[in-house]
């Protein structure tokens, strides 16, 4: 599969697609040195030849500035300067804590990523948004840092855990609803191949997803307007994930309940197409994804409306129009609130 190139302001970032993962080659490819980002599982899994790691333990809690320090320290040590390379291999927590430490040091050194989890792949390590939780909010530090390269092995998906690969498929949906519909027809059509991983369908399925994501992440780095639609499902998302404390919904599952909710908000406001709408639901409940809240609606608007007073505005949505077209509504909290309890 050939490599994609995108621009990102003053930033290029180029995406290649190996049949397998070889962190090892990765780091023989940066000359001026390199720190490789690992969590206990993808080191496990793909670090055994990589030199010069650094371990983070699996899991959100990973995303502080103490991971942070860990690779800054790891560079320092190792007497790396600003041509160094800081290569994360894993998930959404890796990537976001390599991209943040190579973001910031001596005022940014090279990134790359070789994401390992479907979320990772088709969101998390394109893009530039890096994130740290900080004082108990997610992602409230950050950076704008898009990788020099991305590294994407669709065969690394063969050991993701059933939970977390449902979670990279409820972006995936998104990324068909915002911006693809032949990906869609593609979920429709080969649900049985994309959920036994099959390499060639799932390499097609990722490659979509990063020309939809690179695309409108080319016009607006810094999420001063059409980038906004990469959030569709998100507000309800955050909502559901703060009210059951980030422990029984992961992400990706919460975005799903969120598109369900984002439909039904943009039917009620005359923005979606009925059959369209239709088309999505039935998506979301063949792929099984749990699509009932079980928190009280009254809770979830709480938070929506806390969220809204954070960002000093209204609750705003992203709904769907048609296949591969979405639009940011600002929503009276009486309409959410009637969706919610829907
Ligand atoms: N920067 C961005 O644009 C962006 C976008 C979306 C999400 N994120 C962030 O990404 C994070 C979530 O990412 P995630 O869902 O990838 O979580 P994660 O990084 O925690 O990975 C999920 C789990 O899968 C394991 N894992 C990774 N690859 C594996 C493999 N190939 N086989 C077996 N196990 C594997 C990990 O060890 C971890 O236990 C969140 O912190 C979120 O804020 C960032």
């Not at 980002?37 to 333990?57: E, I, M, R, S, W």
């Not at 997610?138 to 840092?145: H, S």
């Not at 869609?184 to 099959?198: A, C, K, N, P």
């Not at 409940?285 to 709480?302: H, I, M, N, T």
Request: aromatic share 6%.
């Amino acid at each position: 599969m050939d490599p994609m190139v995108f621009t990102f302001g003053e930033f290029e970032t180029e995406v290649s697609f190996p049949d397998s993962l070889d962190s090892a080659a990765l780091a023989a490819s940066c000359p001026a040195g390199s720190v490789a980002v690992f969590d206990t599982t993808t080191h496990a899994l793909f670090g055994a030849k990589a030199a010069n790691a650094v371990v983070l333990p699996a899991g959100e809690a990973s995303k502080g500035l103490e991971s942070v320090q860990a690779v800054l320290r790891r560079l320092v040590e190792s007497g790396l300067g600003r041509d160094a390379t800081v290569i994360g291999v894993g998930g959404g927590v890796v990537s976001d804590m390599a991209a943040f430490a190579a973001s910031v040091y001596m005022r940014g050194c090279s990134l790359v990523l070789a994401p390992t989890t479907l979320l990772a792949m088709v969101d998390a390590s394109l893009g530039g948004k890096t994130g740290i939780d900080f004082a108990g909010y997610k992602n409230l530090v950050g950076t704008f840092y898009p990788a020099s390269r991305v590294v994407v092995a669709a065969s690394t998906l063969a050991s993701l855990p059933g939970r977390e690969y449902l979670a990279g498929l409820a972006e995936v949906v998104k990324t068909a609803a915002i911006g693809d519909a032949e990906l869609l027809g593609i979920l429709d059509g080969r649900r049985s191949d994309v959920m036994r991983r099959d390499p060639a369908v799932m390499a097609d399925v990722v490659r979509r997803c990063i020309a939809v994501k690179g695309a409108i992440v080319a016009s607006d780095l810094r999420e001063r307007g059409r980038r906004a639609v990469l959030n569709l499902g998100h507000t309800f998302a955050h909502a559901l994930e703060s009210c059951t404390g980030f422990s029984t919904w992961n992400h990706g599952e919460a975005v799903a309940w969120g598109i369900k909710k984002a439909v039904e908000a943009g039917l009620a406001l005359g923005q979606t197409d009925p059959g369209f709408a239709k088309r999505i639901l039935s998506i979301l409940e063949a792929y099984g994804f749990r699509l009932a809240a079980g928190v009280p609606s009254a809770d979830l608007l709480r938070a929506m409306v806390m969220d809204k007073k954070r960002r000093n505005g209204a609750i705003r949505l992203v709904v769907p129009k048609i296949a591969g077209e979405a639009v940011v509504v600002h929503a009276e909290e009486s309409l959410v609130s009637r969706v919610l309890s829907g």
